[in-house]
């Protein structure tokens, strides 16, 4: 493989380079979670409620009791939602005052508990619908923890800049965003993200009888993942059999008699069937949805959802808000051509055995999207933001089998210069993207969606905007080195991955 010499450099030991990513990721999701308004991502409301009721012992209900001023969350999401030039300053001053207890609604109110009572500690504090606030920040925690670590164990294990590269395009719009409301298909995508970087390096790591770091973070990002969301269990499952395909009959035999693997295994069993239990138990996956009346109605449910596909990966790319707020459609056009440049690249240069886990991988996120849209809601009701999970997981897992395996059959000059060429065509696409959208969202809260750009700002933030801009503007700078310029000590990890996803080229 190729040294690809660096010029700059970023701290070389573990803790401080997971540090130095999270900071950055964190105050982007922290500046991006004061300056957004109440209530102004998709069913946040809905979410802000429940973290309230689960905090005060009201889980797995659809109607809790709560203080009246968490009432007034669905009139503040109501002023701004589908109204994209009416500005934040619609949400005005508080609306209701009283502290009496009342019954409020949430159509979240069946999801498992653990994000809602982790968030909800900020209703605690600030009793009020301004703890969204809080709850959004600590949501924010988790979020960049898990992709920080991630992104960290990445770069300091690969050979080449290619799997942190890949995994830039990750980090969409939608993805920081989700990561500043409150809303936990952040966590989901940040935790198996992570769980995917570490399942690779258990699976296909070094022969030793130490416990690592990757089984702690796989440990750690599987069991928080699970209870993400209801369909959580299902994507780690998938993604487990693909790290298995890739690494092989032998390496997964040794896995069977590794207590390590074990251990790992053992917990995550365990919080898994809590949280499949929950999910049977509350019927969580149904809510605030029809099922279909037949299988045939289910079936023809499929082809609803791909007859309008197009909108998915608008979705996943950059809708923001209550999907009102899209990105330019030249933005999503080219992340999804070159998401496909990417996994097509590594298909090509990955050996026989790979290639079928990168198969695995592509068609679960391609597939099980689809089929659980139509069987379960007619085709309706999935948003693109649910299957980034499973493009993460196929990220990671095409371009690592590319990256680990073919030491004895090095890139040659082309494939050399395509890496190269990526190296800062990714990064700076990403830094684009995310500008645009950025600037977008603020005019549309500021000044109104239609305004001219220059035109007077009507609402304020909590915090002084250009403060917001430099904090997310500096974070997104940190990140984006962070992807160019691999600063780690590459000797940790790098001669144990050889053996375990080699073989035979096709």
């Known amino acids: 493989m190729p040294s690809f010499p660096l010029r700059l450099s970023l701290p070389r030991h573990r803790v401080p380079h997971i540090a130095v990513i999270f900071v950055a990721l964190l105050a982007m999701l922290l500046s991006g979670a004061v300056f957004l308004p109440i209530a ?91 703890g969204l606030y809080l709850a959004r920040g600590l949501a924010a925690l988790v979020t ?37 409301v409150l809303n936990p298909s ?35 990002a599987s ?23 890739l690494a092989g009959v032998a390496r997964t035999r040794r896995l069977l008699t590794d207590r ?3 251990i790992v295994a053992g917990g995550i069993a365990v919080v898994t069937g809590f949280s499949v239990a929950w999910v049977v138990l509350h019927g969580t996956n149904y809510v605030g949805v029809q099922k279909p009346a037949t299988l045939g109605d289910g079936l023809a449910g499929i082809s609803v959802f791909y007859s309008n596909y197009h909108e998915q990966v608008t979705q996943m790319y950059g809708n923001l808000g209550w999907l009102d707020l899209r990105s330019p459609n030249i933005l999503s056009t080219s992340w999804i051509l070159l998401l496909g440049g990417v996994v097509v690249l590594c298909f090509g240069l990955a050996s026989r055995r790979a290639r079928w886990a990168i198969l695995l991988a592509f068609a679960s996120a391609t597939l099980i999207p689809g089929v659980l849209s139509g069987l379960q809601w007619s085709g309706y009701g999935w948003q693109g933001r649910y299957t980034m999970p499973l493009v993460a997981a196929l990220l990671v897992i095409a371009a690592l089998a590319v990256d680990s395996g073919p030491n004895r059959v090095p890139f040659d000059a082309g494939v050399n210069r395509l890496v190269a060429m990526l190296r800062w065509l990714l990064p700076a696409f990403l830094v684009l993207g995310v500008t645009i959208t950025t600037v977008r969202t603020a005019h549309r809260y500021l000044a109104g969606e239609t305004a001219d750009f220059l035109a007077a700002w009507q609402w304020s933030p909590p915090l002084a905007v250009p403060l917001l801009g430099i904090a997310f503007f500096g974070g997104l700078a940190v990140l984006t080195r962070a992807l160019i310029v ?9 001669s144990a991955l050889p053996d375990a996803v080699s073989g035979t080229r096709g």
């Open 186 to 220: 952040a966590w989901e995508i940040a935790t198996l993200f992570a769980a995917t970087v570490a399942g690779f390096a258990v699976a296909c790591g070094p022969r030793t009888t130490r416990w690592r770091e990757e089984h702690t973070l796989l440990l750690a």
């Open 486 to 494: 691999r600063g780690a000590d590459e000797s940790e990890h790098v």
């Open 40 to 130: 102004s991502g998709a069913d946040e409301a809905a979410h802000y409620v429940y973290a309230a009721a689960v905090v005060r012992g009201q889980a797995g209900m659809l109607e809790p009791t709560l203080p009246a001023r968490f009432a007034n969350m669905d009139l503040l999401a109501g002023c701004i939602a589908f109204q994209p030039d009416v500005t934040a300053a619609c949400q005005g001053p508080l609306r209701i005052t009283s502290t009496a207890e009342v019954l409020a609604q949430t159509n979240a109110g069946l999801y498992n508990p653990v994000f809602y009572l982790w968030t909800g500690l900020g209703t605690l504090l600030v009793p009020t619908e301004y």
């Open 144 to 180: 960049a923890l898990f992709l920080a670590w991630g992104l960290s164990l990445l770069g300091r294990t690969a050979r080449t800049p290619l799997p942190l590269l890949a995994a830039s395009l990750l980090l969409t719009p939608m993805t920081l965003y989700v990561g500043m």
């Open 223 to 245: 069991c928080v993942l699970v209870v993400s969301r209801g369909l959580s269990p299902l994507f780690l499952a998938v993604t487990a059999v693909a790290l298995l395909l």
């Open 260 to 262: 390590r693997a074990w």
